[in-house]
């Protein structure tokens, strides 16, 4: 299955993760929130797992080169050619062997003639969202391409304890690429990308379980309207969205990294080189007790470095390829 860029903005889908959202039989999700490691299911195959050095079955590529760490694999869409999702084992046309399946995010390149396009979003929750990007030659053999993507958010949910919005973002990201081709056999892509990820981190929702008065067990319909608390006296909120932490730090991430793309036609042999460096680093604040109190209160820091090295031969005659 395929799906234009375009069409991918229309249909509201702004990061790697919403895909799933679109594409049947495919589930993404985020348990740590927007920013977070994603869990990837093709049709029930999949990893639970938190492991920042723990790859998948399933493969997500971004410009054909492997994104293999978790962390690097939610990333916002902008200035996007395509999406190719792609069910069942691969392993035969490129990338590394996937039991589940593989997601293809496929980039806008450099163009001979000068171009540009500049969107503007605004939705609920104070939410803005700005994309861009500008393409043209630099000579007669090189031309160069440039997006960036901003997004910022208030958030949905309400924090009683500090009273402000959470569940908020702040990120940028941006794009450049520069296409060589000096003869009609030979092209290089060489790509750099930057991301950098601020959001409220998701709290824990809280529920308490005994009458305020007594300490007895409440039933269930008074836990669920909010009317009891936990053995420190600390209440539920009738909406599911509020919570009462007392954390403050956002969730924050980096990714940054280059791929070069060497593209050189023999005629019926055609030889592409690709090549990929990716850094990652996160740092996930987490209220554990989900309550105001400072009694477990973890932080999920992880780091990593992927270099990686492809290279395909294919071959054309005839019926034959």
């Known amino acids: 299955a395929g799906c234009h860029g375009d069409q991918v903005r229309e249909l509201g889908v702004r990061t790697s993760a919403d895909i799933g959202r679109i594409a049947s039989n495919v589930v993404i999700q985020q348990p740590g929130g927007e920013g977070s490691v994603a869990n990837i299911s093709f049709r029930g195959i999949g990893l639970n797992d938190y492991s920042t050095n723990n790859s998948g079955p399933n493969g997500l590529y971004l410009d054909d080169v492997y994104l293999s760490t978790p962390v690097?694999?939610?990333?916002?869409?902008?200035?996007?050619?395509?999406?190719?999702?792609?069910?069942?084992?691969?392993?035969?046309?490129?990338?590394?062997?996937?039991?589940?399946?593989?997601?293809?995010?496929?980039?806008?390149?450099?163009?001979?003639?000068?171009?540009?396009?500049?969107?503007?979003?605004?939705?609920?929750?104070?939410?803005?969202?700005?994309?861009?990007?500008?393409?043209?030659?630099?000579?007669?053999?090189?031309?160069?391409?440039?997006?960036?993507?901003?997004?910022?958010?208030?958030?949905?949910?309400?924090?009683?304890?500090?009273?402000?919005?959470?569940?908020?973002?702040?990120?940028?990201?941006?794009?450049?690429?520069?296409?060589?081709?000096?003869?009609?056999?030979?092209?290089?892509?060489l790509s750099g990308n930057y991301y950098r990820t601020e959001n409220r981190s998701v709290r824990f929702r809280h529920v308490g379980t005994l009458d305020p008065d007594t300490f007895a067990p409440c039933d269930a319909t008074r836990v669920r309207a909010g009317e009891c608390v936990d053995l420190f006296g600390f209440g539920t909120s009738p909406d599911f969205y509020d919570v009462s932490s007392n954390r403050q730090q956002s969730?924050?991430?980096?990714?940054?990294?280059?791929?070069?793309?060497?593209?050189?036609?023999?005629?019926?042999?055609?030889?592409?080189?690709?090549?990929?460096?990716?850094?990652?680093?996160r740092n996930y604040p987490e209220d554990s007790d989900a309550i105001p109190a400072r009694l477990v209160e973890l932080d999920f820091v992880t780091a990593s470095d992927t270099f990686t090295q492809e290279v395909r031969a294919s071959f054309g005659r005839g019926p034959l390829t």
Do not use: C, M, W
Request: charged share 20%.
């Open 72 to 189: 690097a694999q939610t990333f916002p869409l902008f200035d996007l050619d395509r999406v190719e999702v792609l069910k069942g084992p691969q392993g035969t046309l490129y990338g590394r062997n996937t039991s589940g399946g593989a997601i293809n995010f496929i980039t806008r390149r450099p163009t001979e003639e000068f171009e540009g396009y500049a969107n503007f979003a605004y939705s609920s929750f104070n939410t803005a969202n700005l994309e861009g990007a500008f393409s043209g030659p630099v000579s007669s053999t090189l031309s160069a391409r440039l997006s960036y993507n901003f997004v910022q958010s208030e958030g949905y949910g309400y924090n009683s304890f500090t009273n402000r919005k959470e569940n908020g973002a702040s990120n940028q990201a941006a794009r450049l690429q520069l296409l060589y081709k000096p003869t009609d056999r030979l092209s290089v892509l």
């Open 251 to 281: 969730l924050r991430g980096e990714i940054y990294g280059g791929s070069a793309r060497i593209d050189y036609d023999l005629g019926t042999i055609k030889l592409t080189s690709l090549s990929g460096y990716i850094h990652t680093s």
